[in-house]
């Protein structure tokens, strides 16, 4: 996303071109021991992605995602000796979906046990304040938003198109397991 013209004088316009120049900043906690990752490895995935239904529509949309180029499968033995630096590994679940049976998610809210100890979770460790707290409030306003600009438009000989992002594609994930990457059982 590259913000231009219009989108730059917007109040957000700065923080997007930021943003696309510089990436998003994001601080989701501590390293992880390999201990931990472990032990949130061996968790697996929630039960709802166990279903036979859900695990083939995750093994079908990760295989698409990867021909598509946007990410590859590891295994954890592929990565136990070289850990990528800040990985943080969550239980995927299933939520049913209107245009396709499942949408897969990440549960970032999953406390993992290590040695009887329960651990903070992905959300419960990320920094809020790097992200601009104006800019969530502002989703209720959309439509309302949307309304006005109708409502208030001078040129009735134009007819208003809508569009809806799909940003599915613009996530990495990454989907690993003792021994087969998708061995969901």
Request: net charge neutral; proline share 6%; aromatic share 8%.
């Amino acid at each position: 996303m590259l913000p231009r013209h219009e989108a730059l004088t917007h109040p957000a316009g700065p923080d997007l071109l930021r943003y696309t120049v510089d990436g998003c900043p994001v601080d989701c906690g501590e390293q992880w021991t390999k201990q931990r990752i472990e032990a949130a490895i061996a968790k697996g995935a929630h039960a709802s992605a166990k279903a036979p239904g859900a695990a083939e529509a995750c093994r079908k949309e990760a295989l698409e995602r990867v021909a598509d180029g946007c990410c590859r499968l590891v295994t954890w033995k592929d990565i136990a000796d070289n850990i990528p630096p800040n990985l943080k590994v969550s239980p995927i679940a299933a939520v049913p979906h209107k245009s396709r049976i499942y949408r897969m998610i990440l549960d970032l809210s999953y406390q993992i046990k290590v040695n009887g100890k329960k651990l903070q979770s992905v959300n419960e460790t990320s920094d809020k304040d790097l992200v601009p707290q104006h800019a969530m409030y502002e989703l209720g306003n959309v439509i309302p938003r949307l309304i006005w600009a109708m409502a208030t438009s001078l040129d009735t000989s134009t007819p208003f198109l809508f569009t809806k992002v799909d940003l599915k594609d613009g996530y990495w994930r990454m989907c690993v397991n003792a021994d087969d990457a998708w061995n969901f059982a």
